[in-house]
């Protein structure tokens, strides 16, 4: 079922509501740090080799079989913006949603007991991707590529871009998305040994504090 099920998961059709999300790509847009198809790209990058990485280091380390609790705590330490914690914990209880009608799990559902008002994203998507049969490499996957292309599409409704160019953007950061995962998946198997301290904290003040400001606006077209 591997391939299968890592295509339905990273599917950006799948009704997780990711599709609500700008990954901080609205406010950067406002704030004119994004214009088009370069600047685009520069902001995927940073936000790939940043929150991607934690992400996906997160998901690993759930697939993997780590102690969901002690993640999503990991989780709300590398987020210093409320804002993001609380984006993070709305997409997580939406994915709980659509997991646990897609993939019945006994782990799911207890995660979900335990935090009814949704746990960190990552930490579900990794739990989801251990339902679903697959391994911590493919959450890592997951996750990082999901931090690129919700940017990505929400910039072509944004600014109009050209779908073709936002696609050839996510095409040419594909050799960094392997890298990234490949440090995500070795750092969320080292939890196993040396607990959540291996996973990375790469941190993105810009992201945070764009995130605060969002939050703030009376109207927006993102949720976050």
Same mark, same amino acid.
């Given at each position: ?6 295509l339905?998961?990273?599917? =950006? ?10 990954g ?11 214009? =088009? ?6 902001f ?28 999503d ?5 590398? *987020? ?11 997409? =997580?209880?939406q994915?709980?949603?659509? #997991?646990?009608? *897609?993939?019945?799990s ?7 007991r335990e935090?009814?008002? =949704? ?5 579900? +998507?990794? +739990?989801?991707?251990r339902? #679903?049969?697959l ?7 997951? #996750? ?10 929400a910039?072509v ?19 960094e998305l ?6 995500? *998946? ?39």
């Amino acid at each position: 079922m591997g391939t299968a099920a890592l295509l339905v998961l990273a599917d =950006g059709r799948f009704p997780a509501g990711g599709h609500a999300h700008s990954g901080g790509a609205e406010e950067a847009v406002k704030a004119g740090r994004i214009t =088009g198809a370069a600047d685009l790209e520069a902001f995927c990058r940073g936000r790939l080799h940043t929150a991607g990485l934690v992400a996906a280091a997160l998901a690993a380390a759930a697939a993997d079989g780590a102690d969901p609790a002690a993640l999503d705590a990991a989780a709300d330490a590398r *987020t210093p913006s409320p804002a993001l914690r609380l984006a993070a914990r709305r997409l =997580g209880r939406q994915l709980m949603r659509a #997991a646990r009608a *897609t993939w019945p799990s006994p782990e799911l559902d207890a995660l979900a007991r335990e935090f009814p008002k =949704g746990a960190h994203q990552p930490v579900v +998507l990794g +739990l989801t991707a251990r339902a #679903a049969g697959l391994g911590p490499e493919d959450a890592a996957y997951c #996750a990082a590529y999901e931090s690129m292309s919700g940017p990505a599409t929400a910039v072509v409704r944004l600014l109009s871009l050209d779908p073709f160019e936002a696609t050839a953007v996510l095409a040419r950061l594909a050799p960094e998305l392997d890298r990234v995962v490949d440090r995500a *998946t070795v750092a969320g198997a080292a939890v196993r040994t040396a607990g959540v301290d291996a996973l990375p904290s790469a941190s993105a003040p810009l992201l945070e504090i764009g995130a605060q400001a969002h939050a703030a606006w009376p109207v927006r077209l993102f949720a976050s």
